[in-house]
T-cell receptor, first 114, second 114 residues
């Protein structure tokens, strides 16, 4: 089974801290995604990557950056955490070649910024 | 542009009731369609999918038929259980060749009471 692993289920960080959320997938997928999920707002795309060392902004990239140094790993970075970044963060991956495959998601990281 | 509209929740049903969650879409090409489910505190899991018109996706007693004439992909289950309580997301992939950019509905919360 494809597995997408997010390093933490729950995180509590202080305002102003630099925060790293890690995501690793084990099925050699080309595409990786970071979403945040908030009540009433659905899934909002932060950043995505189609290949190693490449990244593209999603719908809400402000306050975030990403890194993809290896194909299996996609990191989300909160440069200076703020309380409005308290949210559920979801990582997903997908293969580029099979159009009907969809995404495989990790279990999510619930981040609280205090 | 491409979009997905699903019925607002929350939906509250008694155990063994019939479930319908409506999903309609707008797409210029021939999209693939998906239903994902998110149990409390978890990431999203693929529930079912359909890749072409008139396909029926099914899994765990849930079904959805890809209706191109009505641009719909409604989720149905004949007899819901308490364990079906979750948030359900409808999504489309507008591209046949890859899985780069799924378009998401806002999600519909389902609560099933014993």
């Amino acid at each position: 089974d494809v597995k997408v692993t997010q390093s933490s289920r729950y995180l509590v960080k202080r305002t102003g801290e630099k925060v790293f959320l890690e995501c690793v997938q084990d099925m050699d997928h080309e595409n990786m995604f970071w979403y945040r999920q908030d009540p009433g707002l659905g899934l909002r795309l932060i950043y995505f990557s189609y290949d190693v060392k490449m990244k593209e902004k999603g719908d809400i990239p402000e306050g975030y950056s990403v890194s993809r140094e290896k194909k299996e790993r996609f990191s989300l970075i909160l440069e200076s955490a703020s309380t409005n970044q308290t949210s559920m963060y979801l990582c997903a991956s997908s293969p580029d070649s099979k159009g009907g495959y969809g995404y495989t998601f990790g279990s999510g990281t619930r981040l609280t910024v205090v | 542009g491409d979009s997905v509209t699903q019925m607002e929740g929350p939906v509250t049903l008694s155990e063994e009731a019939f479930l319908t969650i409506n999903c309609t879409y707008t797409a210029t090409g021939y999209p693939s369609l998906f239903w994902y489910v998110q149990y409390p505190g978890e990431g999203l899991q693929l529930l079912l999918k359909a890749t072409k018109a008139d396909d029926k996706g099914s899994n765990k007693g849930f079904e959805a038929t890809y209706r191109k004439e009505t641009t719909s992909f409604h989720l149905e289950k004949g007899s819901v259980q308490v364990s079906d309580s979750a948030v359900y997301f409808c999504a489309l992939n507008p591209y046949a060749g890859n899985n780069r950019k799924l378009i998401w509905g806002l999600g519909t919360s389902l609560a099933v009471n014993p």
